[in-house]
Structures are given as structure tokens and as C-alpha cells.
């Protein structure tokens, strides 16, 4: 004989209104194995949890069912309640009888009544035979992994470099700072990149709780949160950062020029180079590609001159072991290659170009020193069209979503062409202006009265070139007249996409990503930073397009959730995962191919399978694989489910 | 000689002789017949947009019942032709409701099941798929050399992109790899895919002669010698009325508007009555001459 309490909320009239509470709590009055049947207008009050507590002590119930709302809201409510109250909190089961029937029986209010007794029944059923479960505790690596160095894994790592734990910091490129270093100034305040971003880079190249791993990339994680194995790729420089000082001389003498990426193809640079005079470190790399004595077997110029030696042909790439317990994806974004829309003419006309490109031909350490010349010729553009949403909010080329920066960034290239070119005239297509962040829409709303841009509500079918004018053919919407006009440069707005690389590392990552390829959120908004992964965090553009004050939000976001992690003693985890019965399991593996957390394995010795119980996340997918019914989820065995169906037929 | 099917169009037994004759002597020259249908009716002329208009699809799909006796490929030249009849024949294969009515239509034309393995080839696709280009440039005896060709590729052939299926609309290149498979330069211009005016020369003469005049303009200030087109209607457009715009602009300077299959004909040395130059506005023969081609 058990003895079971059974709380009936009226949540208000949501479930009064439709349920006949009375009856209900006579019913289950004089139930077998029901000892107290109570209810009150609001469970979840702190009356109503006292009620919940007092009886647990007063009557030594050994379960309890609240008929209440979904588990989702309050299930976790009550079980404290129980837990202070002493009873084990897997011995507490909630009925719906609000989401799966007051609210959707509002109009037939008997048989409302009769399906609460109903679901009320079988939960009776099931605490009769829960099990008292203990909650799983793991130790926690207190060391973090952040990946990618730019805007957003250096705020983070900063952030959880500051709270007094260790962070690792990869960084695909050979120095830090991601797209924003390539920017020339940035809105609303036009204030310049470089000069707020490097006192950051600074800050993370020197700081001692900081390993700054440049130049490389994950290659593997294994483990779960609070316990990643990480193999970091560190690929070779051939400059032995050690001994170089960073003196420049090797870049200085370097006989081989290639196109720069830094600069999106506008510049040159060395095959023996650092990315930008801000670079940190600033350390060269020697690209293979455009290496003379790599292509040649001939050259050697920077062995000779470097006076420190470090200069080292023969290194190989190194695989870095590190241990953590968070990891915070950052890894930014791309821009979509223009050469996906062939109606701008990009790739054929040289004065086509996209933002990025603009902010290097803008920039100070730009190619043109900063200042504004076309690429054909050198030329300063006298007339020049900005073009928005070009392949984004356009589901023809796959990217229905807004890139979310394009409004403000080409408004800001159409201001700082008008201080360096006053005679010039800037043209600014658009669909309309998002322009949503602090102090945005009083920066458009100055662009267009006071800076005397021109702004041109439609849309651009097709550049051509005709001598060395760019003709463009728009529409004026507002107007409804056809426009063309003879530009000397068009700058393209294109698309925010993922970066390159992304989807790969979501592989390595055991987490997964949208269909445009931005690493998913664990929920929109309220976990806007978890991934679907445990211990794994979003920060910045890897989750979705966004600005810089966004994205440095964010990424303070993903550290104090690193931090509120690290912060704990141990790691928690519900206790409601897979078991296997080792008298019934024949060790086949099926559950070790059905799972999709990896927490399934052979053990070596027995050749019975095993949970690994901090991955392990309660899905279930293993049971129903079971051939031989081995696998069970605690507290919901298929006998516990046959008795529940059965009480209710 | 393999043998296939073969639908020439309205235009190609009129006006655009030059078009026809050079395809099929073009084709001999290459070991291939192109069978013409026999008694073949109008393509359907516009491609029926209204999804209740069935019966425009009976024209077409009769030369698919007869097309399918001698090969799983018909090929066709007039740009309306082939875009009226790869459309009709894409509804017809994926809407079996439609089928049925038109089959419906039909008696005794559509007794056996409906011709599903057809494709619509155009002329192009034959060369490239079943010739290939590096093939073609072995066997032609005259390249093109030093001939500068600007290929203009008209609206019927490519779009609508989704159901023609063909090359990339925006950023077509299948005839700069013809003109250079048969020795000569192509000449990329930026207006090589705008409207060359269409059927406004019927109903607005001037605002389609503007059209065909930037065009124009657009390929001589790229450097082209000639242009070359497939379409029938561009052609009329492009060529003829370079009389107009030599009358209306002083500094004009006429310049030769090839068919598709006359620069084949050209290049696998084919005599000068097969060529047809005479149908040409503006003759080419003077540009040939200079380049040591006829």
C-alpha cells in the first residue's frame, strides 16, 4: 500500500472554469493507494507549495501527483517543494490537465472533467512506480576553448580570461582581429575600427590566462560539457615564432608579390607575411603558394636576411592536445562572392566591388593609402551607386533573411566617400532602411538631410559597362520612373553568409546548424546562446548576421554563461537518462549507431554496452532500437507504460 | 549517317532560309542528317500561359508523337520554336491532367503512350552534346581566324531559366565556346543579353529600334566585327533595321549580324549559294573577303 497525495490546482478559472474540480478531487477521495486528495487555486503559490509540504511531512506520503499545467512550466517548482519537504524529487509527477485539456475541452466541460480523472489516473499509476533517482555529478575541466579571434571570441575570451580561469583561443588566420581589423571606421559614431578593436587584441595577446593559437584549427573534439578532448591542427608557418622578432625585414626584401586577401584582392603583399602592420602577434607566415623557393627550389632571401634565424622550411604542422569543459563558437561570417550575381557584372567590370573592399580602399593601411580611387584605373569615382540587399531577402538565390548590417554599413561608406570626395555624388539603392540599433535611425535620417546622399527607394536590374562609365538601370519606386545612371563605381551590399568551413566544424562540433549554414541556437530566445550541444555556446556572426555591438553583446552573453558554468562545484545532470540491463543486453551495438549524442559504447572487457551518463541526454532513440528491450530510460519502462495504458482503458 | 528528327518552324521556310539551309549542309558536313518532320504544323507560336489553355499544346505535342519514331531527341533552330516547344513539352510530361486532356484531343494521332524519353534538343545542344566543341574544331577545314564575333543571346533560348533548363540566363557562354571552337574571337559586350526590341517593331517601331541600336552600339565599342544570333525576330531586328539606324544617326557604321549556323557553314567551307549571304542586311561578304575566309 502506497501512499500517494494527489494536488489539484484550479489555476485560476483556467482550469476550474472548464474542470469540475469537486468532483474530481471526490473521485480520487476514497482511490486505492491515495492518501490525501487536496486542491487550491494556485499550486504554484507559495501557500499552495506549502500545502504540498506540509502534507508530504505530516502524512510520510511516498509520492506525490500535482494535476496541474505542463511538466514544462512547473514541474521543477514541485519538485524542490519535495525535496525540502524530504521527498526524493523523481517521486513527483505532473498531470496536464491544462494544455491537454481544460484548454482545448473549454466547450464540453463532463467530458473535460472525465479526461482529468483520466490523466490523472495513469500518473498515479506512474509515480507507483518511479524509482528514487539521484542526480549525476561530474567533475568540470574550469578551462575554456573559443573559436575564432575575431570581434567575438576575443570579448569572450577576455571576459573569461578576467574571471581567473584559462582560455584557449584559436584563430583560423595568423593574427587576430577577424573582419573587423579589415574595416576602415565603423557606424554609427564613424569612429575608426583599428583604434577601438587593437586595444582588445592587445589585451588578448598579452593576457596570461590567454593561449592565443593562431594559425590553426580544430581538427577533433570528443567528450561532452564540462569534459572536451580538443585536437587543435597548428599548421606551419615555417618562421620560427620563438626566435623572430617580428623586425619585418624578411617582408621588407621578399621577391614574390601576390594578390592580398587581407585587402580582397585590391593589394599586394609578400609570400612572407603578417596580415596587417596591427597584427597580433606580428609574426610572419610564408604562404606555400606564392613562396619562390616552394614553387622553384630557388630563392632563400628571407633565411639570409632574417638576423635572428628563425626562418625554418622543413616544419611540419602540429597537433595540439588540450583539455576544457566550455567551448564558444565564433567564427564569424563571409560575405556571398559576387560572382553569384552576374546581372552586377562582378568579375567582368573591375569597379564593381563589395563592402569589404570598400572599407580596404577607405582604410589608411588600405591599398590606396585611404584614399577613395577605382580599381580599373586609379581614378577618383566622381559618381558612385551603393547597392542594398544584394542576394539577401532574395529567396531566388537561396538567402531569404536580412543580413542585418547592409542598411548601416553602405550608408556609412556613402558618408565617408562624401568627406573625401565633396564633388561627388552617392547613390544609395534600397528595399527599405533597417535601421534598429541605439542611435541608427538618427544616423540615416543625418545621411540624408545633411550629407546629401541620395537615397533611391527600388531596386537595380543590371550594370553595364559602356567605355569606362558603369551604366546602371534602376527604379525609383517612389517616383515610378525607370533610372540610369552613369556611375563611376558601384559598391555592393552583398549577403551575410556563414563562414567558410562552418558546416564542417559543426560535424566536429556534434552540434548542429540552420539550412543557410549559422550554427543553430538552442532556443531562439530564450537560449540565444546555447547551441544544441551541451557546453557549447554561440557568440557573434556563427549564429546569425549582426552588428558589432550585438555581437560583443553576445559574446559577453556566451562568457557568463561559460562563467555561470565554471562557477559551479560540480556538474549536475538529470538522472532520467538510459540504463541497460546487462542480463538481457547481447552487446550487438544497434544503440551505439542510434544514438546522436555519441553516448553509447561497448565496454572493452565485457562487450556489454554502456551510457556514458553525462552524454547521454534521455532521448530515447536507443530504446526503441533495443532488439532485446536491454536499453531503458530510468522511471519509464515499457512496464511502467503498459500499467499506465492499461489503468486508463 | 545518323539520322534525327528535325523541325524547322515557320520562319526557317521563310524568311530565315539562311538559318535552315546552313544547318542541315552544315550537318551533312558532319555525318548527320536532320530529318525534317514530315508534315509537321505550327510550333504553337506562343507558349499558352493560362493553365485551362489546352489546346495550344495539341499542336506541339502532335510533332512529338511523329518525332519519337526516329529519335528520343527532336532538334529545332527558331528560337520561338524551341522555347514553345521544351516548355509544352515539359507541362506535358509533369502535368498528367493536362496530358490527358490534350491526349484527349487528339484520336487517332496519340494511340501509343506518350512520347516521356523525348527531349527537345536545340541545334546548339546537338553540336555540343552529340559533336562536342574540342570535336568540332578538328573537323572544320576554314577557321574563323582573327574574326571578332559578338554572340548575342536572345530571351526565347534562355528563359524562363527554370523551365528551359538550358545555360545560366544571367551569364550565358554557351556561343562564346562555339565561335571559339570554330577559330574565331568571341567578343564579350555587356549588352549581350538585353531585348532587342521583340515584336515592338510591329506596334512601337521606335522604342524597338532604340533597343537593337544600343545593342549594336554596345558590341562595336567592344571591338566586334560581326554579331551573331539565333533568333529569327533578333535577327530581323538587328540586321534590317540597320537601315533605320543609318538614317537616324549620322555616324553610323553598319555592321554584319551572323545567324547561328552561317559562321558553321563559313568555317566547314561550305559554297557561297549554301551560305546564303544574300538574305543578309548587311552583307558580310566584304568582311569575309578581307579575312582571307570566302
Redesign the interface.
Known sequence: MKKIGLFICHCGSNIAGTVDIAKVKGYFSEYDDIEISDDYKYMCSEPGQKKLRDAIKERELDGVVVACCSPRMHEITFRNAAVSAGLNPYKVEIANIREQCSWVHQKEKDKATEKAIAIIKTMIEKVKRDEPLQPIEFNITKRALVIGGGIAGITAAIDIANAGYEVILVEKRHSIGGKMLELSETFPTLDCAQCTLTPKTVEAGRHPKIKLLVYSEVEEVKGYIGNFDVKIRRKASYVDWTKCTGCGLCQEKCPAKTESEFDHGLGERKAIYTLSPQAVPNKPIIDKNSCRFFREGKCRVCEKICPVQAINYEMKDEIIEEKVGAIIVATGYDILETEKI??Y?YG?YKDVIDGLQFERLNSASGPTGGEIRRPSDGKVPKEVVFIKCVGSRDPEKGIPYCSRICCMYLGKHARLYKHKVPDGQAYLFYMDIRSFGKGYEEFIQQSMEEANLLYIRGRVA?I????DKL?VWGVDTLSGRKVEIKADMVVLGTAVIPSGGAKELAKILRTSTDEYGFFSEAHIKLKPVESMTGGIYLAGCAQAPKDIPDTVAQAGAAAAKVLSLFGQEKMVQEPLIACVDADLCSGCGICVTACPFDARMLDDESKISIVNEALCQGCGACVSACPNKACQLRNASPQTYMAMVDRYL | MEIYPYFPGCALSTKAKALDICARESMKALGIELKELEDWTCCGAVFPLAEDEHIRLVSPARSFYKAIKYSDRLVTLCSACFNVLRRSLKVLKENAARRERVINYMEEEALEPFPEQLKIHHFIELIRDVIGFENLSTKITKPLQGLKIAPFYDCLTFRPPKEMEFEDSENPRIFSNYITALGGIPVDFPYRSECCGAHLSVSNPDVSLECSYRIIKSAQLAGAEALLTSCPLCHYNLDFRQKEMAEKNIDFKPIPVFYLTQILGIALGLPKEVLGFEKNYVSPLSLLEGKGLI
Open positions: 552576374p546581372e557584372g567582368m543590371r553595364m559597362q559602356e567605355g551604366v
